[in-house]
Every structure is written in structure tokens, then in C-alpha cells.
């Protein structure tokens, strides 16, 4: 008789029956027998220096691998510290299984070590949240997570392993593993709706199709790319979505990504919005007043929310453009296409200039064009700040799927997602260059993460978009308040690029414009995770801290 223990039973049911390749962790004592158990059965661990950054890897993963990103973490702090990270999955509906330690069941109401209510505290911000209190039933339970986070509109999960389970053992012959199956379920719209929705698409003059994170997760690269060359709207991809066609495609208005859209939405006549909010990034309705609109959700509460929709389509992305495709017309719209084109260009000939022109402080605009020159549209791009976020997403072209990822300007505004998720980039696609630019601010909250890119021989670039502030805040106070009137704003001077060298990383200081290239050719060819870190004008703003300041001033 074989006994197997309750971790090593958990370890194997993910490698054999889930394919879980990468597990993002930090050590703890009630998850210890886990953590051997991944060792054991040659899951990849990730150990980061803060539970933040393993949520937040786990869910970059999901969206690089298109799979279930897990993150494993100990009981207590090591749950509170990865709650941000959960909230922020959350939101942004990504498949991410959270696996967590938890104080003995035994030890219950005794005050035991990292004794608290998880469940109750993790529960809003995830789909489905549970403790296993059998060894027998690991199996059972990891099932439905992984399910849980699949299924439907995706998002986190959570489940709680007691060490009364996982440092226990059993027979391996009564270990049963559940098989797994993919259910494809199909929500079809009604004929009738798909009818009236053809009709509409059809008779557009001035169109535009918005996609967002729901075309990414459906797997619906080929049926979107039919659809679309089918009905020649011009689109725009955003959010997780970006990329399921390239930034390059003719049909594409992604140079500019949301200024294009909120050049271009005023003036249709016709929107298809795919898997995407009516948010607060989307100006709720403001955007496009007039246009009539086609919603396509597989969540059938977001088909009105904050608009009522002219057709609303309730489904999988995917297997909604294959039903639409058969009912909508073969059209070019080359003349409004062109009309779209330009006008997103004369929407920003201030940052076109900005883009091509020397300056002394250097404009961020600049230094995304520069970083764009060294690397290309074959590499994979993430951002994270405020400001920093709008520059990105204005800037920054790619080939791939989910190239251009701006995580901190989700729903949550979440800052520190850059370098977990960069992270998760380069380990998703090792073989292509995966560039961070980051906000100074911003990159406070992770950066003690580059000992993990050390460790485990991730090499990222990042840049830095150093305008020694809290930019967005302090525009925003300037505007509201008044200059004299800034508070926590500023930051100061800091040499972030020391930071990483003293982490064992290279490191540079780049403060005139014929330095950025040469300095990132040196960052590369380190081999080394590096910190650029580029002084740039602290007096500019972006157009997102305009709305930043418009939404608050409404009160």
C-alpha cells in the first residue's frame, strides 16, 4: 500500500488532469506540503517577494496562455496581501484560480496562528469560493474551481486547503481524479434578433465595431476576422481583446487605440460593441449619443447597462459572429475607413509632433516613439501608471494577441500590475522582447520583483517614464485646485535604475533624447531584467487626466 498525501494529491490532479504547467507562489508553512507536491511532479514554481505579484502573474498567464492562471498562498497575510490582485481579476473576468492556505480546521475559535474568516472576506471579488475540509475530495474541488473559472463569463476563484488535508495521506489506489470535460455550451440569440441586427449592420453609412476582453477570451481569432473583413467596419480592440487581429490590419484603428475610438464614435452611425463595458472609460454613453448600437455580451446584464441597445445579442463572441456572418451584406467602407483615418490623425497632430521631435525634458510621446523604433510591432508591450497608461496605448503597436496590455488602466486602476504582468509576458513568450514602461509611482508598489526576474532569469526591459510625480494626480490637482495647492503629489528625483543593479539587474539613467536607444541597446544586450529609467517632462499631461479631472468635477 502506497500512501500519498493531501498536497501531493492536489500537485498531481493539476499536473495530470489540468495540464497546469506554472504555478506563482510565495512559501508559508501552511501551504508547505503543496509546494512539495508541484516539486514533485515538476510544476514550474514562480516565487515572487509579495503575494500581490503572484495574483496579478497568474493573471497575466491567463491572458498570454489563454488558460486558468493559479497562484498559491499561505493563510493570513499571504491571503490579505493577494486581494488586490484577486479585486483585480475580478474585474477584468479573468480565469484565475487561487489556491490558499488556511489555519488548522482542528485549531478552530482557539486563536490559532493566521486564524480568520477568508471566505467571507474573499467572496465579492470572486465567482465561486470554497474550503475542502475532505483529502478524498481534493480531486472534486479542484475540478470545480478550474470549471468555475472557465465557464461562462470567466473570473477568479478561490479555494482554501486546511493543512488538516494537506499534510495527511491515503491510499493512492482510493485517489480518484475526476475526467475532464469541455462543455460547449451555445446561448444563441434569436433568429429574430440576429435578423434585425443584420439589417441594422447593413445599412450603416458611418460604422464602427469596438471589441473588447470578451473577443480574446472566446477563442474567436478566425470568426472575428471573417466577420469583420466581411462587413469592412473599421474596429478598435481594447482591454484583453487587443491583438485577436493585428494593430497593422487595414481595417484597424488601434494606432491610438481609445483616442481613435473616442475621435471616431461621435460621428457613427452604427456601433457593433463586443465583450466590452459601458464604463467610465467608455464615458458610459457620452462617447456616441446618437449612434445606434449593436451589444454582443455573453453576460446578458451588460446587453443595457448604462445604454439602452438598439439589438442586444446575448453569447459568445465567436459564435455570434458565426451566426451574423451568413445574415450581413459584403461591404467596403474605403471612403468612411479613409475619413476615419484621418481624422484620428488630425484628432492628434500634437502627438504625432510629439512623436517625431527632439525635445529637452524629454515628452513621453517621444520616448514611446523611440522604444517603438528598437523593438517594432514583434514584441509584446505592457504599461503601468496614469498617465504613463495613455502614452502606452497611443504609442505602442503589436502583432500579437494581448501585444499592447495596459492592466493598471482596468476597471480596479489598479497600479503595480506592470511588472507582474510583464513578467508573466516574457515566461508566456520567451523567445520575443517583452518591453514594461513604467511610471515612476507606479513602479514603487512591485519593485522588489526584479530579485524575482533575477532569480528565475526573466529578463524584461523596463522603462521608466520618470516625471518625479504622481502625474495624473498632480495635473489633476493643478487643474482642480490650483498649483500652489498640490498635495502627495511629488515624488522627487529617485535613481530607480540603482535599485535594480543592487537587485542584480542592469541598470541605466537616461536624461536626453539620443541616449534612449543606445541605453536600451545596452539593456538588451545585458541579458539581464533592466531598469531604463528616463527623465521626462514633469510639466505634461495626458488627455486621460482631463477625464480623470472632468469625471470628479462633476459633483
Known amino acids: ?98 489556491l490558499c492556505g488556511r489555519h488548522p480546521l482542528r485549531d478552530d475559535l482557539k486563536g490559532a496562528l493566521q486564524e480568520m474568516n477568508q471566505i467571507d472576506m474573499v467572496k465579492p471579488i470572486t465567482k465561486w469560493s470554497a474550503t475542502c475540509y475532505d483529502i478524498k475530495r481534493i480531486p472534486e474541488y479542484l475540478a470545480t474551481a478550474f470549471r468555475q473559472a472557465t465557464q461562462g463569463r470567466p473570473g477568479p476563484v478561490f479555494l482554501e486547503l486546511p493543512p488538516d488535508i494537506l499534510f495527511v495521506s491515503m491510499d493512492d489506489k482510493e ?110 454613453t457620452k462617447l456616441f449619443p446618437d449612434a445606434k448600437v449593436v451589444r454582443i455580451d455573453i453576460d446578458p446584464n451588460e446587453i443595457d447597462r448604462n445604454r439602452t441597445s438598439e439589438v442586444g445579442l446575448v453569447g459568445d463572441c465567436g459564435q455570434v459572429f458565426d451566426a451574423l456572418a451568413p445574415l450581413v451584406n459584403t461591404t467596403r467602407h474605403e471612403d468612411w475607413v479613409g475619413k476615419v483615418k484621418k481624422a484620428y490623425k488630425a ?63 482596468a476597471l480596479l486602476g489598479c497600479l503595480g500590475t506592470g511588472i507582474p504582468f510583464a513578467m508573466a509576458a516574457k515566461l508566456a513568450h520567451p523567445d520575443k522582447p517583452v518591453i514594461l514602461l513604467h511610471g515612476d509611482g507606479s513602479f514603487g508598489f512591485n519593485a522588489m520583483e526584479f530579485d524575482t526576474m533575477v532569480r528565475h532569469n526573466i529578463p524584461v526591459v523596463c522603462v521608466i517614464n520618470n516625471d518625479c510625480a504622481w502625474g495624473m494626480i498632480k495635473h489633476s490637482q493643478e487643474m482642480s485646485l490650483g498649483c500652489d495647492r498640490c498635495t502627495c503629489a511629488e515624488l522627487g528625483m529617485r535613481h530607480y535604475e540603482k535599485v535594480v543593479e543592487g537587485l542584480g539587474g542592469y541598470g541605466e539613467l537616461v536624461t536626453k533624447d539620443e541616449d534612449i536607444n543606445p541605453a536600451i541597446k545596452r539593456a538588451v544586450a545585458s541579458g539581464k531584467p533592466a531598469c531604463v529609467n528616463v527623465v521626462t517632462d514633469p510639466t505634461v499631461s495626458s488627455p486621460a487626466t482631463a477625464m480623470f479631472y472632468q469625471n470628479l468635477s462633476d459633483f
Open 1 to 98: 500500500m502506497t500512501q500519498i498525501y493531501g498536497g501531493h494529491i492536489a500537485a498531481k490532479y493539476m499536473k495530470d488532469v489540468e495540464q497546469v504547467e506554472t504555478v506563482f507562489t510565495l512559501s508559508g508553512g501552511h501551504i508547505e506540503n503543496l509546494l512539495d507536491g508541484l516539486n514533485t511532479y515538476d510544476i514550474k514554481t514562480i516565487d515572487v517577494r509579495h503575494e500581490q505579484a503572484a495574483a496579478m502573474m497568474a493573471h497575466a498567464w491567463s491572458i498570454y496562455k489563454n488558460k486558468p492562471g493559479v497562484c498559491l498562498v499561505t493563510a493570513g497575510p499571504g491571503f490579505t496581501n493577494a486581494l488586490t490582485g484577486i479585486a483585480n481579476a475580478f474585474l477584468d473576468n479573468a480565469p484565475l484560480v487561487v
Open 175 to 284: 485517489v480518484h481524479f475526476p475526467a475532464k470535460k469541455t462543455h460547449r455550451t451555445v446561448t444563441r440569440p434569436h433568429d429574430a434578433e440576429l435578423e434585425e441586427a443584420a439589417t441594422l449592420i447593413n445599412s450603416a453609412r458611418k460604422p464602427l465595431f469596438i471589441g473588447g476582453s470578451g473577443i480574446g477570451m472566446s477563442g474567436s481569432d478566425q470568426s472575428f476576422k471573417h466577420f469583420i473583413e466581411k462587413i469592412g467596419f473599421p474596429f478598435a480592440l481594447l482591454n484583453n481583446g487587443r491583438g485577436v487581429l493585428p494593430d497593422t490590419h487595414p481595417l484597424s484603428i488601434n494606432d491610438g487605440a481609445f483616442t481613435a475610438v473616442s475621435a471616431v464614435a461621435p460621428q457613427a452611425d452604427v456601433i457593433i460593441a463586443a465583450g466590452i463595458r459601458f464604463n467610465w472609460v467608455m464615458q458610459a
Open 347 to 409: 484628432f492628434m497632430t500634437t502627438e504625432i509632433e510629439q512623436k517625431v521631435t527632439a525635445s529637452d525634458p524629454i515628452h513621453p510621446f517621444r520616448l514611446v516613439a523611440r522604444i517603438m523604433e528598437e523593438f517594432g510591432t514583434d514584441a509584446y508591450y505592457v504599461s503601468d501608471g496614469g498617465d504613463t497608461s495613455y502614452y502606452s496605448l497611443a504609442g505602442f503597436l503589436s502583432d500579437h494577441k494581448a501585444g499592447v496590455l495596459t492592466p493598471a488602466g
